[in-house]
Each structure stands twice: as C-alpha cells, then as structure tokens.
Nanobody
C-alpha cells in the first residue's frame, strides 16, 4: 500500500508559477513510476506528466510540455510538479498517482492516488 498526499495548490495569476509536491509513505516509493493528473470542473481526469522510478525519463501531455516539469527525490519519497507560465486553462484539482509500470499515461495504469490539491489560475 502507498499513501500519497499532495500539497502546494493555491490561487495564482496567469503567467505565474507554482510547485506541487506529493509525499509518499508506505511501500517503497522508488519501486513506482509516478504521475500527475488533473481534473477541471465538469471534465474528465486527464494525464499531465509521468516519471520513471529512477527519474531518468519523463513524459508530458502536449498541453503542458515546455511549461511543466516533473521530478522526484527518492530520498525524500516525494515527487514534484513545477508549473510555469500558468494559464486559466490549467485550473483544476491536481492528483499524483503511483504505478507499477515503468511509465504510464492512462488512469487505469495507476494503483494508488492522492486526494488532490486545487490549483486556480486567474486571468
């Protein structure tokens, strides 16, 4: 079992930056690929970014490529999402998740989920 707790979400102006954190506890964090997803009101949850267990490979949704950066610190059992040049369209609840696969973009590939953190970008 892996427990995930997100933090760092807040209200920010368009063009601003935020860093989300996801702290993991339970089974060995380094065994899992990690992902970030988001869900805007009235929309389905969508993939944002993923990172391999070692942190050596990452993959991003086209909508955030070049603006968001996923990283992890296995010594701290934490994964991060650095978000820059934020847009109102980035407003959503952001979730982190853990997968037993090497990397994954599909929701169904993830075994554990956090409760989410709200990011609101004002225009």
């Amino acid at each position: 079992q892996v427990q995930l707790v997100e933090s760092g979400g807040e209200l920010v102006q368009a063009g601003g930056s935020l860093r989300l954190s996801c702290a993991a506890s339970g089974r060995s964090f380094r065994n899992y690929a990690m992902g970030w997803f988001r869900q805007a009101p009235g929309k389905e949850r969508e993939f944002v970014a993923t990172i391999t267990w070692s942190g050596g490979s990452t993959y991003y949704a086209d909508s955030v490529k070049g603006r968001f950066t996923i990283s992890r610190d296995n010594a701290k059992n934490t994964v991060y999402l650095q978000m820059t040049s934020l847009k109102p369209a980035d407003t959503a609840v952001y979730y982190c998740a853990a997968s037993g696969l090497r990397m994954a973009t599909m929701l169904s590939s993830y075994d554990y989920w956090g409760q989410g953190t709200q990011v609101t970008v004002s225009s």
